[in-house]
């Protein structure tokens, strides 16, 4: 049966479902609550049953990114009766699922789940995720002590958020001595440091979250900061990596060594106390999305003598109640909370540049309903069909609408056909909430492709608070900050008592404020000079055996899951450790003529989507006008380049 746990116990991950004994008609009333693309890809893969994959109840491939994958009320009907036949039939058996599934038949149902299509290539890749027969497939396939005992060797990890624990985990299977260095004092990277209200992830929970750690019980369908805090917590208690991690402790340098090729380490703890770690490796975790971007340049940037604070760094000592705050900045952290601090402020300006497409998503502070918890636990494999759907809606299969077509004359507004069917779709979600308001459409009508920047999830909720009478939307470039407010594009001066920044990250400044030093003493900023590349986004020619997660180009805009990456990522990395250790050698590195091509294939890829074709600004390009950020292909196409290292794209170095 599908389903593993890290613990050998349920524990908080999935484990194995319950026997029930509910009604006919409980049964019923549960599936009223059922999401419907993974319902009979379950009960087929769990049962045996693969005459409950109908053709006609199959989605439509090309409505499947669509809620609910654009499936029929009369589908839906249908649906939901063979499921309830099959449930009776299951229950009434003893709830005993049928024997393990063929690869061929496991191929049939996820062709069924996708609307059709050749689904051959991407099989091994989705029983990794499906976590096919219960296996962590993705765990290491060596062992220190079996492949060299004798040779010390040990891995500095810096970081301690998502990235940073699955390669601890990966590490401590591996049997390789580590250690992580986190400057913060608890886990969870950027969700724990972004505490403002309304936090939570875009992207459904089931997704988001480890593929071998997988929650039954998740509270919500998009989990809020404090849920996926806990839940990294609850990961680094299950893999034994707490006592691993050296809390409040930040590294300053990495300096490697061409004599004794390792790595030298200077770390600060919060109390001022400097040390230096010698390890052989270095994997950096330290993600994107952490450091705060304030808008510096805006003339009078620091003389505003109320409080302010940017979004990352929330005050929660200044109550906003009744005051007159101005939020400067409309992307995703001020969609967030917006709608969370409105109905408590006097009077909240909302200082736009542009605008973010919206993308409707019904449930996405909706918790999930008794009935659906009920699936996720008594439902062998529905979790993870569950998951295996979202993996393709949100990946792969989301890609096209994306991708621009060079034959589409679609102006400024769109790429392609379906990129253009897309952009109608979400036109016509503005033209639905802002019905009552022309002059708020008008300002909150993006006129860029779709996927040229980030698409932001609303249940309504921020079109209704800028309806609110207490709220003003300002669009244009702030003219300057000032002791007492802002002065708006139209040169007025706006006296407020609190300004919020909800002006992003320093996403391109990949490492920093990291000073690390490669080869011959090449730093590494200025190596980059602003426009970081590696190859896979983990290696850099010139840097041995530093390896990076999250790092530049495995970000995605609409499809996958960044934990994805670092999962294929940290898979990668353990393979050149594995390389390593069974040669006898100390370190690799990449050719730089391996980096230097890849980077040409990146670069034109993406300018073949929407987010490199388009002129709007965004955070995933850098200063130099490139995307430093984005991954322009498909997820098989990184799972494959990283299912394991290609020893010729390496020298491999020995101390002399």
């Given amino acids: 049966m599908v389903g593993v746990s890290t613990t050998g116990s349920a524990g908080p991950f999935l484990g194995g479902v319950e026997p029930f004994s509910e009604s006919d008609d409980e049964l019923r009333a549960v599936l009223a609550h059922a999401v419907l693309p993974p319902l009979l890809p379950a009960l087929a893969y769990a049962t045996g049953e693969m005459s409950l994959l109908r053709a006609e109840l199959r989605p439509d491939p090309l409505l499947i990114t669509l809620p609910g994958s654009g499936l029929t009320d009369e589908q839906a009907a249908v649906i939901r009766e063979l499921a309830l036949d099959a449930l009776i039939r299951f229950r ?21 789940a996708v609307g059709g299509g050749d689904m051959v290539p991407y099989l091994p890749l989705l029983e990794e995720e499906l976590a096919h027969r219960g296996e962590d497939r993705r765990a290491p396939t060596w062992h220190k002590d079996d492949v060299a005992p004798e040779a010390p060797f040990s891995v500095a990890v810096i970081g301690a958020g998502l990235s940073g624990l699955v390669a601890g985990h990966r590490l401590r299977q591996a049997g390789v001595d580590f250690v992580i260095f986190e400057k913060n004092g608890d886990v969870g990277g950027t969700w724990l440091e972004n505490r403002y209200p309304g936090c939570r992830v875009d992207n459904p929970s089931h997704n988001y979250s480890y593929s071998f750690a997988q929650r039954h019980d998740w509270p919500f369908h998009y989990s809020t900061q404090p849920v996926l805090q806990h839940y990294a917590r609850d990961c680094a208690e299950a893999f034994g990596l707490v006592e691993t991690i050296r809390f409040a402790t930040e590294v300053t340098d990495a300096v490697w060594s061409d004599r004794d090729l390792n790595w030298t380490l200077t770390v600060r703890t919060a109390g001022g106390t400097e040390e230096t770690i010698v390890v052989n490796a270095v994997v950096s975790a330290v993600g994107q999305l952490n450091r705060p971007n304030l808008p510096t340049t805006i003339p009078g940037f620091g003389t505003f003598v109320g409080a302010a604070f940017h979004s990352a760094r929330w005050d929660h000592d200044v109550d906003l109640t009744g005051k007159r705050v101005a939020v400067i900045g409309t992307g995703a ?14 009077e909240l300006l909302v200082l736009q540049r542009t605008p973010a497409w919206l993308a409707p998503t019904p449930d996405y502070h909706a918790p999930v309903s008794d009935e659906l918890q009920w699936l996720y636990r008594h439902l062998p494999s529905y979790a993870e069909w569950n998951r295996f759907c979202i993996f393709w809606q949100m990946g792969d299969g989301a890609l096209a609408a994306v991708t621009v077509d060079p034959e589409w004359d679609g102006g400024d507004e769109s790429v392609s056909l379906i990129n253009d069917l897309t952009r109608q779709m979400l036109l016509g979600y503005l033209h639905e909430q802002f019905a009552d308001r022309p002059d708020l459409l008008e300002a909150c009508t993006p006129h860029y492709p779709p996927g040229a920047k980030r698409i932001v999830r609303d249940d309504g909720g921020w079109p209704e608070s800028l309806q609110r009478d207490n709220v003003r939307l300002i669009c244009g470039d702030i003219q300057a900050i000032t002791p007492h407010g802002v002065v708006t594009p139209d040169g007025t001066e706006e006296v407020v008592d609190v300004i919020i920044y909800g002006t992003g990250f320093t996403a391109s400044n990949f490492l920093t404020p990291m000073i690390v030093k490669g080869r011959g003493g090449l730093d590494l900023h200025e190596h980059w000079a602003g426009d970081a590349r590696a190859y896979l986004g983990v ?7 530093l390896f990076c997660l999250y790092g530049p180009n495995t970000n995605i805009v609409i499809n996958g899951s960044i934990i994805y990456f670092s999962e294929c990522g940290t898979r990668y990395i353990l393979g050149l450790l594995g390389l390593l250790l069974r040669s006898g050698h100390r370190a690799v590195d990449v050719r730089q003529q391996v980096h230097d091509t890849f980077n040409q294939l990146v670069d034109a890829g993406n300018d073949r989507m929407s987010w490199g ?29 990283t299912r394991a290292p290609v020893p010729e794209e390496y020298e491999l170095l020995t101390r002399a």
């Fill in 539 to 545: 290696t850099i020619p010139g840097f041995p055996n």
């Fill in 92 to 112: 009434d058996g003893g709830c005993r699922p049928g024997p393990v599934p063929s690869d061929q038949d496991v191929l049939r149902i996820m062709e069924f």
């Fill in 613 to 641: 074709a388009a002129h709007v600004n965004s955070w995933y390009k850098n200063d130099h006008g490139r995307v430093a950020q984005n991954w322009p292909f498909t997820l098989l196409d990184y799972w494959e380049r």
């Fill in 333 to 346: 952290s001020a969609l967030q909370f917006v709608p969370e601090i409105a109905p408590h402020v006097g």
